[in-house]
């Protein structure tokens, strides 16, 4: 069965940081890019960041780039979100996904496989 279990979500002050982690199951995890999405209520589903299947490359949305870093360790099937400088407009449910591409793309419509999610919350 295909499977990925984010965790690493919470309340955290506004300057805070969060690492989540979205771990694989089911799949062959180099094979695929990795990314991570936010979606906040009454919002479209968003790109964060993304990497791709070695993690020599890596692409991030204007609002988080120098706050947030993408890596993965295809030893672990796993791929981290580290989160730095929180801020309230942060506050979301955060999403990994994985899809069949070399490079990590941006379009939330190249992935095929989703986790649940795991909510970050951002007080200010």
């Known amino acids: 069965q295909v499977q990925l279990v984010e965790s690493g979500g919470g309340l955290v002050q506004a300057g805070g940081s969060l690492r989540l982690s979205c771990a694989a199951s089911?799949?062959?995890?180099?094979?695929?890019?990795m990314g991570w999405f936010c979606q906040a209520p009454g919002k479209e589903r968003e790109f964060v960041a993304g990497?791709?299947?070695?993690?020599?490359?890596?692409s991030y949305t204007d609002s988080v780039e120098g706050r947030f870093t993408i890596s993965r360790d295809n030893v672990k099937n796993t791929v981290y979100l580290q989160m730095n400088s929180l801020k309230p407009e942060d506050t979301a449910v955060y999403l990994c996904?994985?899809?069949?591409?070399?490079?990590?793309?941006?379009?939330?419509?190249?992935?095929?496989?989703w986790g649940q999610g795991t909510q970050v919350t951002v007080s200010s």
């Open positions: 990497i791709s299947r070695s993690g020599d490359r890596t």
């Open positions: 089911g799949l062959t995890f180099r094979r695929y890019a």
């Open positions: 996904a994985a899809g069949l591409s070399v490079d990590a793309s941006t379009s939330k419509y190249e992935y095929n496989v």
